[in-house]
């Protein structure tokens, strides 16, 4: 036995009681006759004092004992003096006074102290992983990621969920980012893929009767890794039949709500989820996943528009652009610069130019044309100014600012505006998470080349009162298609599926699949579909996202013990790496010449 | 809302109230005036009735519906008249009577009945798997299988361990069988491979202070498909540190009992397990892996063999044979054909024959050698023959079998005689969980040319007492290896691990690894031995197979929603399949010639 109880347990249970303890030399202070460690575990720290006069050999060998040696000790429970108590851990008025001591394990000095600080660059941490990972921090995100998933294990169960477990090695389709493959062994030339979601079998479950399905799935994608984004993450993964959408939202909505009260109380969290559509969503936010941790709602104001006489808003408005806008509150002490400086945030995200109008602080009452100042403010007559005031809302001593040009960028350069001012502005409670259901997506997006691509994935259904116009008009039909989104971040899509072959096969059709690479794609789906499939619905929420979330951390990697970098390789253990000749002669596979 | 009830659920506390179901439809009455339905959902049966008299319509749409077509329906809860209950099931005193019906899908006729029988081919309940899952049984044992996971969450959460995802795309190591592998897009020319399953990333995180670590693990074996393997299988994976063998095997033991009593009352389980060192379980069991749900233990009897004056037997011992016995109670009718079909069986297993004595029922007292019968029975003094019955414990109407031979194919055979024995002698009772730990195994086994290849891997620790054998006699060190088996087959293998790097080097020397193969694919773990690491050790436990041991299945494909056949196909979806030239190319890699 190494010990018989772990470091941050000690208590005044065990004053003047034999303990033994095993763990990490954290600190080590030598005061020549006395030392003092402190010694860590899982669970804490805890102090533990070698004493000549305790014994000599002991502490003799604590004097060799550096940092991050693994020991394990037996002594005897003590008060610490008084004004020697450490009152920021639960062990600090104790003490163990060393009878004897094991060495169990050295350390070379690691290359950085085990502390929480975040001065240490991520290369480091990722080469180092073992040590980065024993820090408080980390050892405390990863442990959420255990509740967090434990707590959807027991939600779900009580809910008459089964969890079952779905093939990784499966058959390779074209939907989504771009497969993993697996070259087989045994059919020479043919290859599995990894699951980027399970969608086709989760929906051959629900055809099982299985009724209600999740799985903690992993979910794999060999993309060019955008900012945050890692080769594979886990998924919560669930399906329910004979539902409706509002019964899917309904539950994932109970279940989050539960478990964000339960694991991390210190977040603050509606009691129902805020429903918007789509179009609401980018009339009010420009954006279908906005943040409502704040307000500073856009306006349009195409109309006002149209009276003004700029030669650029016209211009603009001819070729069926709008206006919008989003008022920043008490930012009239902006000056030309800050201006500028914003100017050139928007038009990296596309905008052609930012125009503001600047109301002066201490106006009661009416704001006068000529008492604003702004870019465009020549063009002006007041009647545009009281419109403009009136729609959006201003007051004195607030910034207007308008964006005009083609929607999309309106809304995505304006949104972009609205998370930037709020962040400037201070204007997020980093304790709030402001949860939404986003609603009525389109079922179709256009390409570049005027195809139609699923906006979603292929497989959910469009709107009853919609499904006219799929041959037609396919750009019309809304979707049961759901996102929930919670401060600006998109962290589950869900729809209710088609379960009718011959709607399925409409929509294959709009998008363009020919009859045999549906049969042959799809095949197994659409034979299911023909021996009763109940009307069904589910999510894909990523785990990783909502975790980092919870541990208010930007970068999903905080909470993967070990993830991989943006180049999709792993710095601990130097994947991916080359085979031997003899595994790929037994693939039957040959590398092309290679060009890094 | 499709329903407001499971068909299963119905009760007195509704009858003579309006409930909505929905539902597979699963035997249909025709009574012309009546129709009856069994509706089914996962929940159960309930028996639904269409009366002219209530809805005419209603009763018009009955009379189309067909076996699996998906039905939702509204009616009032009465109850059965007198006569035409139905005992079996919980529904079986109520009837819906339908007011209104909505068909939700139609469903072709079925290849098979949705109804529990085992007379339907593997292969066509494979490919359509959709309907097999809809069987009672395979509901129930998906529904175990999520069972018997959430306990090991909870318990093991309890028992303060943390779930950890590790990585599935890693590094590949020569370690076990084959790796499946997957070709890097960014890395032209480098693989990641699929883990067989994680041991050097839970060592990784002992290192890391995790103290005790668990994951429900996807593994991966590109093998060829002996019997009951399958490419992916799931694992209870777990690590524990500061920890000695008996602390490993106390919590598995506990989890086990737990979960087993949790799950499935109706089988027999210790309290305890046994536990056996490999030497004693080959000795008494001819197998590393006994089932001792029966007796039928093995008896050497080489010495006695030493005085036995047939030039067979004394042939055999000079080339450093032994001798073994096992006994079969009762078997004293056996007649020569008996003894012939099972000497086949055992020559099939290796051995070069098999030597009985028939001793008859009805002796009182001294069994003399006149009254025996079997092939080497003029070879014998009777003090032979008083000496085997002494040793064996042989009574009067038993049947001793001997097998002569090299030890390793003695003992397999003779464990093979003994599980057929008990099979041919029912004296297995399925209701019973016979659990041991196998303890000491050797650390090494020596292949066929004479190296020295990891038992079971490379990461198991030796009895410290034989490291002095590892420079010279590598076969004498027993390890700190052990093993649970249940009723004959292996649940689970553990270790504790070395966690000193010098002699995991002395071990890769031993095995024969080159100084830089040990660098290029164990670098990271030796590296992460130099800051520091306690003592830890661990088990892989396998998920399938408990959970089909649980549910008196044979095949682990009976527990896995979506197996695949043992050319790792799999007939629902159509995976590996070949993949797209743009893939490929993508990939840099190329098709050998295709030779199938």
Redesign the interface.
């Known amino acids: 036995?190494?010990?018989d109880l772990m470091c941050g347990k000690v208590s005044l249970q065990n004053l003047d009681k034999k303990v033994k303890l095993?763990g990490?030399?954290s600190k080590r202070r030598d005061h020549g006759q006395l030392i003092f460690i402190d010694l860590?575990?899982?669970s804490g720290i805890m102090q533990i004092v070698f004493n000549p006069e305790i014994s000599q050999g002991t502490h003799l060998k604590a004097k060799e004992l550096r940092s991050?040696?693994?020991i394990?000790v037996e002594g005897y429970v003590k008060n610490r003096l008084e004004g020697a108590e450490n009152t920021e851990i639960s062990t600090g008025k104790l003490e163990l006074i060393v009878e004897s001591i094991e060495i169990?394990?050295?350390?070379?000095t690691?290359p950085f102290e085990i502390i929480d600080s975040n001065e240490i660059s991520e290369e480091i941490r990722l080469k180092?992983?073992?040590?980065d990972?024993?820090r408080a921090s980390m050892?405390k995100k990863?442990?959420l990621?255990?509740e967090v998933?434990?707590f959807m294990?027991?939600y779900l169960?009580k809910k008459d969920f089964?969890?079952?477990?779905?093939?990784?090695?499966?058959?390779?389709t074209p939907e989504g980012a771009?497969?993993?493959?697996?070259?087989?062994?045994?059919?020479?030339?043919?290859?599995?893929?990894?699951p980027q979601s399970p969608p086709?079998?989760k929906q051959?479950?629900m055809?099982?009767?299985?009724?209600?399905y999740f799985q903690i799935a992993?979910c794999?994608r060999?993309e060019d890794l955008r900012a945050d984004r890692q080769?594979?993450h886990?998924q919560l993964d669930l399906e329910m039949s004979?539902?409706?959408q509002n019964d899917v939202m309904d539950l994932v909505e109970g279940l989050y709500i539960n478990l964000i009260k339960n694991v991390n109380q210190s977040i603050s969290i509606d009691n129902t989820f805020e429903r918007l559509t789509y179009d609401q969503a980018m009339e009010r936010f420009g954006s279908d996943k906005p943040d409502l941790r704040f307000d500073l709602e856009l306006t349009e104001l195409s109309e006002i528009a149209k009276n003004i006489e700029s030669n650029i808003i016209q211009n603009s408005l001819r070729s069926k652009s709008i206006l919008k806008a989003v008022v920043a509150k008490g930012w009239h002490t902006l000056g030309r610069r800050d201006f500028d400086r914003l100017t050139d945030l928007v038009k990296k995200q596309g905008a052609g130019g930012l125009i503001y109008i600047n109301i002066p602080k201490g106006i009661d009452g009416q704001i006068n044309l000529e008492d604003t100042s702004g870019p465009l403010n020549k063009f002006y007559t007041q009647e545009n100014l009281d419109q403009i005031i009136a729609e959006t809302g201003a007051k004195s001593g607030d910034v207007i600012f308008m964006i005009i040009g083609d929607k999309k960028i309106v809304n995505s350069s304006l949104a972009f505006l609205r998370s930037h001012i709020a962040k400037e502005k201070n204007l997020i409670d980093k304790n709030v998470m402001k949860f939404a259901w986003i609603t009525d997506f389109p079922l179709f997006d256009q390409d570049e080349n005027g195809s139609w691509q699923p906006a979603h994935h292929v497989f959910s259904s469009p709107h009853e009162e919609d499904t006219k116009f799929l041959d037609n008009d396919p750009g019309k039909v809304r979707a049961n298609l759901f996102d929930l989104v919670c401060n600006g971040v998109e962290l589950g899509s869900g729809s209710i599926r088609i379960?009718?072959r011959s709607l399925q096969e409409k929509v294959f059709d709009v998008i363009g699949y020919s009859a045999s690479e549906v049969s042959n794609l799809f095949?197994?789906l659409l034979d299911?579909?023909?021996?009763?499939?109940?009307?069904h619905g589910g999510m894909g929420l990523g785990l990783d996202r909502l975790v980092a979330m919870l541990s208010y951390e930007d970068s999903i990697r905080e909470v993967?013990?070990?993830p991989?970098t943006q180049?999709?390789?792993?710095l601990?253990?130097?994947?991916?790496?080359?085979?031997s000749e003899e595994?790929l002669?037994?693939?039957?596979?040959?590398?092309?010449?290679?060009?890094?």
């Open positions: 036995m190494y010990r095993a990490w030399v860590r575990d899982k991050e040696w693994v394990s169990l394990s050295k350390s070379k690691p180092y992983r073992y040590l990972l024993r050892q990863i442990k990621r255990h998933t434990q294990w027991d169960s089964t969890h079952i477990e779905t093939p990784i090695l499966i058959k390779s771009r497969d993993y493959v697996v070259p087989s062994r045994i059919k020479n030339g043919a290859f599995y893929a990894l086709q079998m051959i479950l055809v099982s009767g299985f009724d209600r992993r794999f060999d080769p594979e886990t004979f539902v409706h379960h009718d095949g197994h299911a579909f023909e021996y009763g499939v109940p009307p993967i013990a070990f991989k180049s999709a390789s792993d601990l253990f130097g994947s991916p790496d080359f085979i595994q002669s037994e693939l039957s596979i040959e590398l092309n010449e290679i060009n890094e």
